[in-house]
């Protein structure tokens, strides 16, 4: 990816806007896209009838669209996803409108996960140099590898069978991209430290602190995925992008 300072941040969810995130939304998308963001994670779950949709979760989605008649983890029709407002305001992107963009602008980069539908995935979008997709365990990173996704990202969970297990792992799947949660971050610098050494790229979500943000960076040359940290305000001597 270019070395532009935009690459080490990703719109987590679309991004956030007016206080609210997990919008996954379109106006999300266009506010983060004013931010200067050029990378971009939307979840994606299949709908009732097949399509995927650019949603978190059921629960939180109906509740939050006022959805809710029907089991509250059960599927909605792509097309009442599509036409929902968010918080009575936000409608969620579609993977119309992400094709959209992504193809008239080459900049973009796209990052998703909640599904394991790698082929539809890959059928949905036309884009596929510029998708990341995170994998949870070994065998749908395999799975992802074999459905011929190029950007496959290895997700690092709690590094419960020790850090040479875990490094041991990425190696011999040949990792080029691994994605973890801040806790466990930073409860294992060492073994980030060695990743880093290898050339394995770090995505590290979700951080919204600039000097978490920063040390990060500095050390790993970390991607963050943030809600709310805009990165192309002016920030303090001791935020350095290098």
């Known amino acids: 990816m270019p070395p532009d300072k935009s690459y080490h941040f990703i719109a987590h969810e679309g991004g956030g806007i007016d ?3 997990y919008t996954n939304s379109i106006e999300a998308f266009e506010r983060s896209r004013k931010d200067g963001f050029t990378m971009f994670e939307f979840d994606l779950l299949m709908s ?3 399509k995927l949709v650019a949603v978190h979760d059921w629960p939180s989605f ?17 097309a009442v996803v599509n036409t929902s407002l968010m918080h009575q305001k936000y409608r969620p992107i579609t993977t119309d409108e992400i094709n959209d963009f992504f193809q008239k602008d080459p900049a973009l980069y796209l990052i998703t996960d909640k599904s394991n539908e790698f ?13 990341f997709v995170e994998c949870f365990g070994e065998l749908n990173f395999i799975r992802a590898v074999f459905s011929g996704v190029k950007r496959p990202m290895f997700s690092i969970g709690n590094v419960n069978l020790g850090e040479n297990i875990e490094l ?22 060492k073994l980030f430290d060695e990743l880093h050494s290898r050339g394995i790229k770090i995505f590290l979500y ?3 602190d600039k000097d978490k943000i920063a040390n ?27």
Request: net charge neutral.
């Open 48 to 50: 009732s009838d097949n």
């Open 62 to 78: 109906r509740k939050n669209t006022g959805n809710i008649s029907g089991e509250i983890n059960s599927p909605i029709p792509h």
């Open 119 to 131: 082929s539809k995935i890959l059928n949905t979008f036309e884009f596929h140099d510029r998708i």
């Open 19 to 21: 206080g609210h995130t």
């Open 216 to 242: 990060a960076i500095k050390r790993h040359d970390a991607i963050i995925y943030t809600d709310d940290f805009v990165f192309n305000q002016p920030q303090e001597n001791t935020f350095n992008f290098n």
């Open 168 to 189: 041991a792992k990425i190696l011999l799947l040949n990792v080029k991209y691994v994605t973890v949660g801040d806790s466990s971050y930073f409860k294992h610098p």
């Open 206 to 208: 979700t951080l919204n």
